[in-house]
């Protein structure tokens, strides 16, 4: 019995002559997204993408895992290929959704027939199987406004296929097709999530993480790792770069008043990551603030950070209340137990004890003269470690 994948690609079939550069973007995606799990052939019949693995051993169960995060994808099915043979597709059908049907009390079957040729209107499908069905199973009966289970049935070019329950998948556009950008990850609930949603949008990641030994240590950056691998599920492998921040934080704190540390942090950050962004071809940077979550994320305080920034700054999460970004780390990225583990992060480790929401960016760029930060700010991009995350 030969199982597949019937794939339906949501918003994508709404970009036109587009749609072709799209969907041959999901289905690069997919290849290389199951390919540790065997070799998986595809083909495209009327939007739908159909997924064929050329060894039948593959484990379909961990396909379906994988499938549900990839983006682009409104809703796929599991399903059984069968030959166009009215007899045959009753049997496959009985056989198949056997488990299912012995469990449910109420069914509906519904039809699509691509293939015209069929000798059998979509109606006569359905009332010639449902009536099979009901004679198979009697215990059942047919309800078709609410049924415990759909038995669907398409008759397409090559085959018929067959299956129950649609699975949801995880929306957005798929990776890439929007361009790449770099995400700013801390250890903590907010970027892993920006990270998530803007790679929904479509945008391939790099990420960017500052770390501060021997105020932060290895344990806070593996953490970074396990939260990043999370997001690669959905958005695909990611290059980290982590940057030694220690010396320009020092000097931050040595030579620039302390209610202000954040904000200059924040536009060093900025002005590292822009170099890096350069480097891995990303056209914008991507962080977790969210308006009033903290001191530094005061409309104020993002004005100045955005006062150093050349590329777009995306923030998705700019207006979500925290509760909405936590359920999104609990139920989609699966990042919130990691989150809350408590490391340092080199945010925590220089945090001051009043700093001020209203900075202006004369007394920002004032304070930041009084140091010689530029050979700090390219050394600490040149110094940059890599480290690929699948
Ligand atoms: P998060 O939960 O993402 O840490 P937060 O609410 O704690 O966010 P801040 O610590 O003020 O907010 O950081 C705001 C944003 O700045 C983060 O969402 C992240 O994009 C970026 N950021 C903060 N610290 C770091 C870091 N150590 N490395 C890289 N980016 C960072
Ligand atoms: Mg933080």
């Known amino acids: 019995m030969k199982e597949v994948l019937l794939i339906k690609n949501g918003e994508l079939a709404l970009k036109g002559l587009n749609r072709r550069t799209f969907e041959d973007m999901l289905i690069k995606n997919m290849k290389h997204r199951l390919s540790s799990l065997g070799k998986f052939n595809f083909n495209v019949q009327q939007s739908t993408i159909i997924a064929e693995p050329e060894d039948e051993e593959t484990d379909l169960d961990a396909a379906v895992e994988k499938v549900g995060k990839i983006f682009?994808?409104?809703?796929?099915?599991?399903?059984?290929?069968?030959?166009?043979?009215f007899?045959?597709?009753?049997?496959?059908?009985?056989?198949?959704?056997?488990?299912?049907?012995?469990?449910?009390?109420?069914?509906?079957?519904?039809?699509?027939?691509?293939?015209?040729k069929f000798p059998l209107t979509s109606p006569e499908i359905c009332?010639?199987?449902?009536?099979?069905l009901l004679e198979r199973f009697p215990h059942l009966s047919v309800d078709v406004h609410n049924p415990d289970i759909v038995v669907n049935?398409?008759?397409?070019?090559?085959?018929?296929?067959i299956h129950g329950r649609q699975i949801k998948g995880a929306g957005g556009m798929p990776t890439g097709s929007a361009g790449r950008a770099l995400l700013l990850i801390s250890?903590?609930?907010?970027s892993p999530v920006a990270g998530y949603m803007m790679a929904k949008r479509g945008l391939s990641l790099s990420a960017v993480h500052f770390a501060s030994p021997p105020y932060t240590g290895e344990k806070a950056e593996q953490k970074v790792h396990q939260l990043l691998s999370k997001v690669a599920a959905y958005s695909g492998r990611i290059g980290l770069?982590?940057?030694?921040?220690?010396?320009?934080?020092?000097s931050i704190k040595d030579f620039c008043p302390e209610d202000i540390f954040t904000v200059i942090m924040r536009r060093m950050m900025m002005r590292v990551a822009q170099i890096i962004a350069a480097r891995e071809n990303a056209g914008a940077l991507i962080t977790g603030e969210s308006v009033g979550q903290v001191a530094s994320q005061t409309m104020p305080a993002i004005a100045c950070t955005d006062k150093v920034c050349e590329i777009p700054v995306f923030r998705?999460?700019?207006?979500?209340?925290?509760?909405e970004v936590i359920d999104i780390s609990r139920n989609k990225t699966d990042t919130f137990d990691l989150s809350i583990l408590p490391y340092e992060d080199c945010c925590t480790v220089f945090t001051p004890k009043h700093?001020?929401?209203?900075?202006?960016?004369?007394?920002?760029?004032?304070?930041?003269?009084?140091?010689?930060?530029?050979?700090?700010?390219?050394?600490?991009?040149?110094?940059?470690?890599?480290?690929?995350?699948?």
């Not at 250890?187 to 907010?190: A, K, L, M, S, W």
């Not at 998705?316 to 209340?321: N, T």
């Not at 202006?360 to 003269?369: G, K, N, P, Q, W």
């Open 153 to 161: 049935i398409e008759i397409r070019d090559t085959h018929a296929y």
């Open 241 to 250: 770069w982590v940057v030694h921040f220690t010396e320009i934080q020092e």
């Open 127 to 132: 009332n010639q199987a449902g009536g099979f």
């Open 87 to 116: 007899e045959t597709i009753l049997r496959k059908a009985a056989g198949y959704l056997e488990e299912d049907l012995e469990c449910a009390s109420t069914f509906k079957v519904e039809a699509k027939r691509s293939d015209k």
């Open 72 to 85: 682009g994808i409104a809703a796929f099915s599991r399903a059984v290929a069968c030959e166009k043979n």
């Open 316 to 323: 998705p999460l700019i207006g979500m209340d925290k509760d």
């Open 187 to 190: 250890g903590g609930i907010d």
């Open 355 to 390: 700093p001020r929401t209203r900075p202006t960016l004369d007394y920002v760029e004032r304070a930041e003269e009084a140091f010689d930060w530029k050979p700090m700010v390219e050394k600490a991009a040149e110094t940059a470690r890599l480290v690929v995350i699948d």
